[in-house]
């Protein structure tokens, strides 16, 4: 049988169930019995409540309700099991037990039907905790089938574009999202405990900066004017540093006009946190404590595996410069070497492409590390002092103008968080932007604008000050195993099905 024969059956099939269960809602409105009436079922336990306090439960009656997963008939007693928001648990109805025309009716419904049940809590012979009913009631018509139970959504784009039908018949969909769920409430439990407030910031700004990006463009009618949704939350963060508000952090959607894959969706969460008074080696510090707290909080240990690959998250992560792995993995000695032309040489025969970038010390560095030794970071590794020229919004080295004071850290070479000693220098601050002004104008999309009235904030004077900016999204792919970004973002952007 040819492919589209089988895929006309399939449709055939389904149109055939469909119209089946259309027809039963019918049939139950003509009975006066439509379940979309229902406004409200009082529960009284859900099913992991009663599994775990099962012997002072045992004879009580309770009131359950969920989904139906699974039913099995024999004679005048049926077998179910409910989905509640806690799990499952098996309902027992007997006909001699419930009204005869409830019984009659329960015969009747399917699996994905949402029923609430009321009976005694007993234990079968076989040892499952069950609900004996004396009551029950369809509260919702499932019109769907769902996906065989064994098998679950096996179209993985469907699983991203019905979420809903994902959650319901697949746990470990439905897990990844309590742990993102955990993840983010750890994370401001462990900054409010540290002393920092979280505030909120425009998602609609008039500039895009904070970051070097290709922004969304949209337009404010009454104003006339264009405006973009942020890449960063950065900018206004450390404005609030500059008004006294030393501690500041903010969770919230980022949006970037970019490439889609497995690490990218356009847009993204992330927490950007600001401590005056503090530097990049706090900010490490804070990281490092933060994701070792939470994998112990969340998973019960250190112990991750990701990318196919076995993660320790014990404190005491590695800490290196870039120019020190650069070193390490390909041999190339930057800090050696003087000038950008031998720089830029000693890239290219290391293999480096550099025809799209600025033909400068701190771009053959940064491009040697990016293109080389990224991809061989495996194990959790702090990669320190970062050239300027990819740099803007960081603070110089002391020790050598060229470099700045700023980390990536790096896990199965993806990208996990972002920090700098910022830089609070206005008038070097204007120079960086003005180069990016330059790039923007020879048709880099994603070079920064300049922003006056940060220049303005800064001229107030800003303390020193350590800012981070983490990935939620990679962070909880790192805890829950996922390699892909659209596994644990709920909703993720998806191309419209034509």
Same mark, same amino acid.
């Given at each position: 049988m040819s492919e589209q024969s089988n895929t006309q059956n399939t449709q055939q099939e389904l149109s055939e169930l469909l119209q089946i269960r259309r027809d039963?809602?019918?049939?139950? %409105?003509?009975?006066?019995?439509?379940?979309?009436?229902?406004? %409200?079922?009082? !529960?009284?336990?859900?099913s992991a409540e009663i599994k775990e306090s099962f012997e002072s439960l045992e004879g009580q009656t309770a009131a359950v309700a969920g989904r139906i997963m699974s039913k099995r008939g024999m004679g005048k007693a049926i077998f179910c099991h409910i989905k509640d928001d806690r799990g499952q648990i098996q309902i027992y109805v007997r006909a001699d037990e419930v009204p005869e025309e409830q019984f009659k009716d329960f015969r009747k419904y399917d699996i994905g039907d949402i029923v609430g049940v009321t009976g005694t809590v007993f234990q079968t012979k076989t040892g499952e905790i069950t609900v004996r009913a004396s009551d029950v009631v369809l509260l919702s018509k499932s019109l769907r089938p769902l996906p065989e139970k064994f098998h679950g959504m096996t179209n993985t784009e469907l699983k991203y574009r019905?979420?809903?039908?994902?959650?319901?018949?697949?746990?470990?969909?439905? @897990?990844?999202?309590?742990? @993102?769920?955990?993840?983010v409430s750890f994370v401001r439990r462990f900054l409010e405990e540290r002393g920092y407030i979280e505030v909120?910031?425009?998602?609609?700004?008039?500039?895009?900066?904070?970051?070097?990006? %290709?922004?969304f463009i949209t337009h404010h009618n009454?104003?006339?004017?264009?405006?973009?949704?942020?890449?960063?939350?950065?900018?206004?963060?450390? !404005?609030?540093?500059?008004?006294? +508000?030393? @501690?500041?952090?903010?969770? #919230?959607?980022?949006? @970037?006009?970019?490439? $889609?894959?497995t690490k990218h969706n356009p847009e993204f969460t992330t927490v950007e946190l600001y401590e005056a008074y503090a530097d990049f080696n706090v900010m490490m510090d804070l990281?490092?404590?933060?994701?070792?707290?939470?994998a112990m909080e969340i998973?019960?240990?250190?112990?991750?595996?990701?990318? #196919?690959?076995?993660?320790?998250?014990?404190?005491?992560?590695? %800490?290196?410069? +870039?120019?020190?792995?650069?070193?390490?993995?390909?041999g190339i000695d930057f800090m050696a070497i003087e000038g950008d032309e031998a720089a830029v040489a000693a890239a290219k025969a290391a293999g480096v492409d550099m025809d799209k970038v600025e033909p400068t010390w701190g771009h053959a560095l940064y491009e040697c590390f990016d293109q080389k030794v990224e991809e061989t970071l495996i194990q959790p590794t702090f990669i320190t002092m970062h050239p300027v020229d990819v740099s803007p919004l960081a603070k110089r080295s002391p020790k050598d103008p060229r470099l700045t004071e700023r980390f990536e850290l790096f896990i199965c070479a993806s990208? $996990?968080?972002?920090?700098?000693?910022?830089?609070?220098?206005?008038?070097?601050q204007r120079q960086r932007f003005q180069k990016q002004v330059e790039l923007r104008n020879k048709g880099d999309e994603e070079a920064a604008m300049m922003d006056e009235d940060f220049?303005?904030?800064?001229?107030?004077? +800003?303390p020193p000050t350590g800012g981070l900016g983490i990935g939620i999204d990679r962070c909880v792919m790192l805890l829950t195993g996922c390699s892909s970004i659209r596994d644990i973002i709920l909703f993720p952007t998806m191309k419209p099905v034509e």
């Open positions: 039963k809602l019918e049939n139950l %409105r003509q009975e006066g019995k439509d379940p979309f009436v229902q406004t %409200r079922f009082v !529960r009284t336990a859900w019905q979420r809903y039908v994902d959650l319901i018949v697949d746990d470990d969909s439905r @897990r990844n999202f309590e742990i @993102r769920s955990k993840f909120e910031t425009p998602v609609l700004n008039t500039i895009s900066g904070g970051a070097t990006a %290709r922004p009454t104003l006339d004017i264009d405006m973009y949704l942020r890449i960063a939350t950065e900018l206004n963060l450390k !404005r609030l540093i500059v008004g006294g +508000m030393e @501690r500041v952090y903010e969770i #919230g959607r980022i949006f @970037r006009n970019e490439g $889609m894959d990281f490092e404590d933060l994701l070792s707290r939470a998973l019960g240990g250190y112990e991750v595996t990701w990318q #196919g690959h076995e993660i320790s998250l014990a404190p005491g992560f590695k %800490r290196m410069t +870039m120019a020190e792995a650069v070193r390490e993995t390909l990208e $996990m968080g972002n920090a700098f000693s910022e830089l609070n220098d206005p008038i070097d220049i303005n904030a800064l001229e107030y004077g +800003m």
